[in-house]
């Protein structure tokens, strides 16, 4: 079998495997390990094995990951999420469809501080869906705004996503954190613009009732501030440190980290038991992460190795399809695959494929990297897979409320979505304009 055979077989070898239940992680290495025993014989591949352990793991950059992980858990114990959605609230609730609004804007700020959607959609899901079913709020639109703006924390930065994808495309994490914000910003003003046409053409989809009888909790002035501070501080620490040039990603990180701990410390909302099962949590997420990019780095080693993206890139570029036609078909595999898959995993079986491809075709690897995070967000809120969705089902624990309810809550944001990476798609300098300054 020629280089490229070789290549292609293992590809396919990798779905399979991934089909019958292998962790991917594992599939990969187990792949790549055959592909260039196959192409080069055992030793060079046990040789390509070690090197990749080493070269792909030992930079001072990972660190980033278990520091925004820990950042992210700090501020979700701390009630920073209910803070946050407790200021929109008192903001923008004379507004039609308000609470839902308010649910967006206070998921985008909570974003920016834990770059984590799943840590979203778990605290919205207890904060914001109680409060808009008292409202007279459908459950259905409740928990699928929720779950659509969710998935804000991993576009809008620090953002894990992001800081994969940098190290996979081997581009600056800060420029691919700048390159979140215009995006993040857009999606957030669709999500809200969905919400007003929804409440306007589809009441019934929003309302359950046609008044609001409830009441609203008032905050005075001293109490919204207190609220606003800490959250202020530590997106002033955080992106503030990291844009103003004062903190490199790592140290932004660290910094987020301690001054989530304070605010945790500070309110008491964590004693020692609940900070060593944090610490744990964030050393297993860590190691997953980690381990998956190893296995990316292996698998796209020996994808080089056997000729199969410079194949490809020929294909796609020289034949009828071109290079839109292959952003296209990208585009579409990466929300195909979120319906079964989960985000990291989706990216790292891609991306050592389509990035020499995308490189070949002159695109700009910041805004593919956009479009691959926004795509890849996509499939959090399709079934059958959508991850959002069943952590807020899980986090409700209401028997009444089915999965299904929760999926046709989402649609109209995951349409809101494919239209706005038609618009980052269409006019690029949404996504690179600040991460090219």
């Not at 187990?30 to 055992?42: E, K, T, Y």
């Not at 109490?223 to 844009?243: D, E, H, N, Q, T």
């Not at 989706?346 to 690897?365: K, R, S």
């Not at 990297?369 to 996509?378: D, F, I, M, P, Y």
């Amino acid at each position: 079998m020629s280089p490229i055979e070789i290549g292609s077989v293992a590809i396919v070898g990798l779905l399979v495997l991934i089909y019958i239940g292998m962790p991917i992680g594992i599939g990969m290495l187990f792949v790549s390990f055959l592909g260039v025993a196959a192409i080069r014989g055992d030793v060079v591949s046990l040789r390509m094995l070690g090197a990749v352990a080493n070269d792909s793991l030992r930079e001072y950059l990972f660190a980033v990951v278990p520091l925004f992980v820990l950042m992210g858990l700090l501020v979700t114990v701390s009630k920073v999420g209910k803070d946050t959605f407790d200021v929109f609230q008192q903001l923008l609730r004379r507004l039609t469809a308000g609470l839902g609004i308010a649910t967006v804007f206070a998921n985008a700020i909570f974003a920016s501080i834990t770059g984590i959607s799943i840590a979203s959609a778990s605290v919205f899901s207890r904060v914001a869906v109680p409060e808009m079913t008292r409202h007279g709020y459908t459950k259905k639109f409740a928990t699928g705004v929720v779950a659509g703006s969710s998935v804000l924390g991993m576009l809008i930065p620090p953002s894990l996503l992001m800081i994969v994808y940098a190290v996979l495309a081997e581009e600056s994490v800060g420029r691919m954190f700048l390159a979140g914000i215009g995006p993040g910003i857009l999606l957030a003003f669709a999500f809200s613009l969905t919400i007003l046409l929804l409440a306007r053409v589809r009441k019934r989809f929003v309302f359950e009732s046609a008044h609001d009888d409830a009441s609203y909790e008032d905050f005075s002035g001293i109490a919204m501030l207190r609220k606003s501070v800490p959250i202020a501080v530590l997106m002033l620490v955080v992106l503030g440190g990291l844009y103003g040039g004062f903190l490199n990603p790592t140290e932004a990180g660290a910094a987020g980290a301690m001054g989530a701990l304070v605010i945790a410390l500070v309110r008491r909302s964590m004693d020692a038991r609940t900070f060593w099962k944090l610490l744990v949590e964030s050393g297993q997420i860590t190691v997953s992460v980690l381990f998956l990019i190893l296995a990316a780095t292996f698998f796209s080693r020996m994808l080089a190795l056997s000729g199969v993206p410079r194949e490809l890139a020929e294909i796609f570029l020289t034949g009828p399809i071109g290079p839109y036609g292959f952003l296209l078909i990208y585009l579409l595999l990466i929300i195909a695959l979120g319906c079964l898959i989960d985000s990291i995993s989706i990216m790292l079986i891609l991306l050592p494929i389509a990035l020499p491809v995308a490189e070949a075709a002159g695109f700009d690897l910041i805004w593919f990297g956009v479009l691959t995070v926004v795509s890849v967000e996509v499939g959090l809120l399709t079934p059958p897979f959508g991850l959002s969705v069943y952590i807020i089902k899980s986090a409700m624990d209401d028997p009444d409320l089915r999965v299904g309810e929760i999926f046709r809550g989402a649609l109209p944001f995951v349409i809101a979505m494919i239209l706005s990476l038609g618009l980052i798609v269409a006019f690029p300098p949404i996504a690179t304009w600040l991460a090219r300054l």
